[in-house]
């Protein structure tokens, strides 16, 4: 008889270990929380009731809605909590993966060896992974193959791109057509001597897999695509099923049943909130960071030394924003945005290391920058109802409201810069479950606190500039940049909850159990047969998209679990 | 409706934020008066109407605020040939998305993927879809929120107004909203937002005269757009900064 795995989260990291775990022969059963979206998944273009359809994602389609699924915010332990959204993901089939912006950059060299390469910074657990850059490379080639990324390789800039993550093979399409603001953008930034390129990104420039090519509806990141041209987890997803794992959707796990060193089922409630319990030989966590440090803390699984949900981490964003008068820049149409520059992710970029060195620091990084993009009118037409408080507090409202509307300064004649940047590891930063807030089912839910430190403030406030002056080089009549993620430096972003979208740590790997949680195949470090396959087991947050590095970290440690028994 | 905050509402969030940061006599140095609507504007009410959650009058009131908000040519002489909150039908949104439970499928989430307007024959969009326990609680408890907001709300508005909101003038009108009452102003003009520039499918944007307003395709699938209507320029579209954009730009303009 067959082994069973019960793998907990059908988005990147559970769909692709349901993937290994079901063709190694075991019974793979899935729990996913939240609604399943489509039909026929191991078909192969599945039915999809996602659509280009901007209320219906602001009315939580595929968020967890905060009035029943609410988390907790602090900036700090002595700050006043906020309850409501925080650095939700869809929980729904498929995961995170639905409606990502499908970017799928990897991880540096130094993000693997970081200790080893960068050094210690004081205050921050800096660590090198179990696994270094070329040990994770083939599977970063797998990932890329089953999922379609499509990009140029020979177009990714020698230095600082192929040199801290070097490719042996071309990727498996091309790139799809170049977004006219992102080129505009780039164009700036050649200006002042940094690198753009077509950024990697898993959505289809032709067809693949019997999925077709992308046709542009501009309902990209954010969105469900409509049309299957951007699969993400559905991709393994298919896999397992074909390999016969069942899945299970609106089926939320709350407790990982144990018996001293082995885990030994779970409990899970259906999505009327009754309770069943399946037994397993094996048992996947894969509900990204948040939700499996809450799942492991509602467990109660052993933690001797106090480590579970410490060093979460969610990369800090600058936004910024550049505004065209003499033009419209139709960024509706098409993908999010199609450039972005790697420059700002190395630690030797010029004048970082002295900035660094003022600021008390042995080095610091930003990570990569994104080139393009916009909001949508109902976002869009919330910004001016916002401005017009200020600029009109007589008349908020009216002739005014529709002038801005059609003028579309913060739309149609913007294009956004996103700078995504490193975190370090810190103890302080840690989801743990709050004392009194509970969802709609009764379970408490996830408190997050979580602020910038002393490495991350310098490097935005050295970085945050350049994100204007490359605005400006590109034409922009406007150009301004705001942190996202506030700090004493960056005071403006106060009321703000982390609304990144990049969730990582709270399970770290590493040999060590007295400083890490699993071991460096993912193996909770107490429970033999208890594995973590999702970002929560990244020792450092890298500078890029998680998503790629967490599907071919999970595939690596997911290959060794089946050979392994 | 609680704005979401995520990746693509963080530029304009981070905008408002901005704000927070600027001295008042900045502010007060980008803010100028504009004139005061005159009168009260004519226009005609459809007879006959029936909502699953209104009753005559508050409807009336809803119907004459929003038009308030965003005006059309008969609320606001300067958006001649400009439909508003009363042209795209965003009193009927609002009564939909109030009564939304009491119809099954509930009126939240419309169906995909695919409308009939952009190459599909079956308008997909028109069939909701039904609703998950978790959202059934999370929409019973938003919505009678809502409901009581906006009881009190008109209740509110015809106090201010000595009787009956809907007979002042269009600038008496203004004067009091601009007050924001209870929060109710900012829950209206969130609402006349959604039901002026969503699918129509949720009830508003009647003919499509939000998105015709503001040059906006809507939904493009499955047709989508071709590489080239992607990667080339549409060509010069000049803004010339006049007015509240102007002002805008200068609030813009001090950033640090």
């Known amino acids: ?565 | 409706m609680t704005i979401v905050p995520r990746r693509q509402v963080l530029k304009s969030a981070g905008l408002a934020g901005l704000a927070i940061l600027l001295p008042p006599e900045v502010l007060a140095a980008c803010s100028a008066t504009s004139a005061p609507a005159k009168g009260k504007p004519p226009h005609r009410r459809v007879g006959g109407r029936t909502w699953l959650v209104f009753d005559a009058h508050e409807a009336d009131v809803v119907e004459d605020a929003t038009a308030r908000l965003i005006p059309g040519p008969q609320d606001d002489p300067s958006e001649a040939g400009h439909p508003g909150a009363r042209e795209a039908n965003v009193t009927r949104y609002i009564d939909t998305v109030l009564g939304a439970l009491t119809i099954m499928p509930a009126k939240i989430f419309a169906g995909g993927p695919f409308s009939d307007r952009a190459g599909s024959k079956l308008d997909d969009m028109a069939s909701f879809l039904g609703l998950t326990p978790a959202q059934t609680h999370a929409w019973t408890r938003r919505l009678a929120t809502f409901r009581g907001q906006y009881r009190q709300g008109v209740k509110t508005l015809d106090k201010i107004a000595g009787g009956d909101f809907t007979s002042l003038s269009g600038a008496r009108m203004d004067a009091i909203l601009a007050q924001d009452p209870g929060g109710f102003m900012t829950l209206l003009f969130g609402h006349a937002i959604e039901g002026m520039y969503s699918v129509p499918e949720y009830g508003g944007n009647a003919g499509l005269v939000g998105w015709h307003e503001i040059d906006w395709p809507g939904d493009q699938q499955p047709r989508g757009f071709t590489d080239a209507e992607v990667s080339l320029s549409d060509g010069p579209d000049a803004y010339v900064p006049a007015g509240i954009g102007k002002q805008l730009i200068k609030l813009l303009g001090i950033s640090p």
């Open chain 1, 1 to 565: 008889m067959s082994q069973r795995a019960l793998v907990v989260g059908s988005g990147a990291g559970g769909s692709v270990a349901a993937m290994v775990l079901a063709r190694a022969g075991f019974d793979v059963t899935i729990f996913e929380k939240g609604a399943n979206y489509f039909t026929d998944l191991a078909s192969d273009r599945p039915g999809t009731v996602f659509s280009n359809d901007e209320l219906k994602m602001d009315r939580y389609f595929s968020l967890p809605d905060p009035s029943s699924e609410p988390r907790v915010y602090r900036s700090s332990p002595q700050a006043p909590p906020i309850t409501g959204a925080v650095q939700d993901l869809p929980q729904t089939v498929g995961g995170g993966s639905v409606h990502w912006d499908a970017k799928t950059p990897r991880f540096w060299d130094i993000d693997f060896k970081k200790l080893s390469m960068l050094g210690p910074v004081r205050g921050a657990n800096i660590a090198d992974w179990p696994f270094d850059y070329d040990e994770i490379s083939p599977y970063y080639d797998q990932v890329e193959e089953l999922i379609g990324v499509a990009g140029d390789v020979h177009l990714f800039p020698a230095d600082p791109t192929l040199a801290h993550a070097p490719r042996s093979r071309p990727l498996p399409m091309p790139a799809g057509p170049p977004q006219y603001s992102s080129a505009l953008v780039s164009e700036g930034c050649r200006r002042v001597g940094l690198h753009p390129f077509i950024a990697p990104m898993a959505i289809n420039s032709r067809s693949y897999a019997g999925r077709p090519a992308c046709n542009n509806c501009g309902f990209c990141s954010g969105y469900g695509c409509p049309i299957q041209a951007r699969v993400g987890a559905l991709a393994p997803l298919r896999e397992a099923l074909r390999a016969g794992a069942e899945l299970r959707s609106g089926a939320m796990v709350v407790k990982v049943d144990t018996n001293g060193r082995k885990a030994t089922g779970v409990t899970w409630l259906d999505a009327q909130n009754k309770p069943h319990t399946e037994t397993g030989d094996i048992v996947v966590l894969a509900a990204l960071s948040i939700e499996t440090v809450r799942l492991a803390l509602l467990s109660g699984l052993p933690d001797p030394y106090d480590l579970a949900g410490r060093q979460l981490m969610f990369h800090w964003f600058t936004e910024g924003s550049g505004i065209f008068f003499s033009e419209r820049l139709h960024n509706y149409r098409g993908r999010d945005h199609t450039h972005d520059i790697d420059d700002f992710a190395d630690p030797d970029f010029p004048g970082a290391r002295k900035a660094a060195k003022a600021a008390g620091l042995p080095y610091f990084r930003a990570g990569k920058c994104e080139l393009g993009g916009t909001q949508r009118p109902l976002d869009e037409a919330r910004s001016y109802q916002e401005v017009l408080r200020l600029l009109a507090p007589q008349k908020p409202f009216g002739a005014d409201f529709k002038q801005l509307m059609r003028a579309s300064l913060l739309r149609d004649r913007l294009c956004g810069v996103e700078l995504i940047a490193e975190d370090l590891p810190y103890a302080t930063n840690r989801v743990d479950l709050d004392p009194s807030v509970r969802d709609w089912r009764g379970i408490p839910v996830a408190r997050i606190t979580y602020g910038p430190g002393p490495s991350e403030i310098a490097a935005q406030a050295f970085y945050l500039p350049w994100v204007v002056k490359l605005l400006k080089a590109a034409g922009a009549d406007v150009a301004i940049a705001v942190p996202e993620i506030a700090s004493t430096r960056f005071p403006i972003a106060q009321d703000q909850v982390p609304a990144t979208e990049h969730v990582m740590g709270g399970m770290p790997m590493g040999a060590d159990p007295r400083t890490s949680v699993t071991d460096g195949q993912g193996r909770h470090h107490h429970l033999d047969n208890l594995f973590v396959a999702d970002g929560a087991v990244f020792p450092s947050s890298g500078g890029h998209n998680p998503t790629l590095t967490i599907m071919a970290t999970a595939l690596r440690q997911a290959t060794i679990w089946a050979g392994a028994d």
